[in-house]
Every structure is written in structure tokens, then in C-alpha cells.
């Protein structure tokens, strides 16, 4: 099974910055895309920011300038460096892999998983 467990979470002032982190771990042979997800407090969850296996970015609006994404495929673990934090980035950050393909019982598959989710709290 692959399971992916983020960490990195917590409560910090505005202004301060914070490093997520999302290990995937199972039987794993590649990974396609890896991204960051939020869902802010009566809101849909959102993308944040995305990085394929090449290393090509993707950054919502929201967030350009302020945050970094970066992996390690070796490990297969994504980071998210937010820094400059706002309330408004205030919410549950989920880490999502696309394009897993992984071995059970001798069988190949290729699948999506996300995280379970670390909660981000910035305070004004």
C-alpha cells in the first residue's frame, strides 16, 4: 500500500514562515506530479502548488514569491517553504501524488494519493 504522511504543520505569527514535508512510502517505483492542496476553514480545497518528476513548478497566484515546492525523487518527498505567512493561508494542507506506480502481490499499479492532511494556522 502507499501511504503518504506529511508533517511540518503548526501555528506560527504572520509574517513567519513554515517547511512542510510529505513522505511517500510503499513499494514505489516512480512518482509522477506531487503538489500541496489547502482547504481553508468553509471553504474547497485549493491548489497551492504542484512540481512534476522534471522538476517544472507550479505555483497558485496566492502564494507566488512567498512560497517554494521542491522534491526529492530519491526519497520520493515533497517540500513546501512558505514563507512571508498571511492569515489567509490559514487551513488544512494536503499533499497529493499522482501517477504512483507501485507493486503489490506482484502486480504493477498506478494510482493518486493524498495525505491526511496537516493543519496550518497563521495568527495576525
Known amino acids: 500500500q502507499v501511504q503518504l504522511v506529511e508533517s511540518g504543520g503548526g501555528l506560527v505569527q504572520a509574517g513567519g514562515s513554515l517547511r512542510l514535508s510529505c513522505a511517500a512510502s510503499?513499494?514505489?517505483?516512480?512518482?509522477?506530479?506531487m503538489g500541496w492542496y489547502r482547504q481553508p476553514p468553509g471553504k474547497q480545497r485549493e491548489l497551492v502548488a504542484a512540481?512534476?518528476?522534471?522538476?517544472?513548478?507550479n505555483y497558485a497566484d496566492s502564494v507566488k514569491g512567498r512560497s517554494t515546492i521542491s522534491r526529492d525523487n530519491d526519497k520520493n518527498t515533497v517540500y513546501l517553504q512558505m514563507n512571508s505567512l498571511k492569515p489567509e493561508d490559514t487551513g488544512v494542507y494536503y499533499c497529493?501524488?499522482?501517477?504512483?506506480?507501485?507493486?503489490?502481490?506482484?502486480?504493477?499499479?498506478?494510482?493518486?494519493?493524498w495525505g491526511q492532511g496537516t493543519q496550518v494556522t497563521v495568527s495576525s
Open positions: 512540481i512534476t518528476s522534471g522538476g517544472r513548478t
Open positions: 510503499g513499494s514505489i517505483s516512480s512518482i509522477n506530479g
Open positions: 497529493n501524488a499522482e501517477g504512483v506506480a507501485h507493486y503489490s502481490g506482484g502486480y504493477r499499479f498506478t494510482g493518486d494519493y
